[in-house]
């Protein structure tokens, strides 16, 4: 076994062990603004036109935000600081992706839906699909409510330029 992948197994047998912190539940607006059509049409995958835009998971609704709300950015740093960066850096490659710019990529709903449902999501969607096959480790669930997946969106929001 490589050193490489020796580090990535511990990481993910520690990220594993982390998800089993219990949540703090945080308090934050995980509102969707609108409603997802009653039986909307398929891609090729299986995926609905908003699962290939939005994910795969709890949120079924875009979020729409504003201004970024700094009291929730400061409660999702907190969330991110214990949950996330142990896999996560902002401006580098690390076990897992740089976030500093994923909300530029990805939807709001996009990224509650891989915090929320990861499992679901390198199943099904082509993006998390191609992720895993790049960094070889699956994100473990860290059992965030919607409320706390919201304010870590709302954080990393605070983290593009």
Do not use: W
Not at 9 to 35: H, K, N, Q, R
Not at 56 to 72: K, Y
Not at 86 to 95: P, S
Not at 122 to 151: I, S, Y
């Amino acid at each position: 076994m490589t050193p490489r992948r020796l580090v990535l197994l511990i990481c993910a047998v520690y990220a594993a062990a982390f998800a089993t912190i219990a949540c703090s539940g945080a308090g934050g607006d995980a509102t969707p603004t609108t409603t997802a059509a009653a039986a909307p049409a398929t891609t090729p995958g299986g995926l609905t036109p908003f699962q290939v835009e939005h994910g795969i998971g709890p949120v079924t609704a875009p979020i729409t935000v504003g201004p970024v709300n700094h009291d929730m950015a400061e409660r999702g740093e907190h969330l991110f600081e214990q949950k996330c960066s142990a896999c996560h850096k902002m401006g580098e490659r690390y076990v897992g992706p740089a976030l500093g710019e994923v909300t530029k990529r990805r939807t709001p709903a996009f990224v509650m839906n891989m915090v929320l449902n990861p499992q679901g999501m390198v199943e099904k969607h082509p993006v998390t699909k191609k992720l895993l096959g790049e960094f070889f480790v699956q994100m473990p669930n860290q059992q965030l409510t919607q409320d706390e997946a919201r304010t870590v969106v709302e954080y990393l929001r605070t983290q593009a330029h």
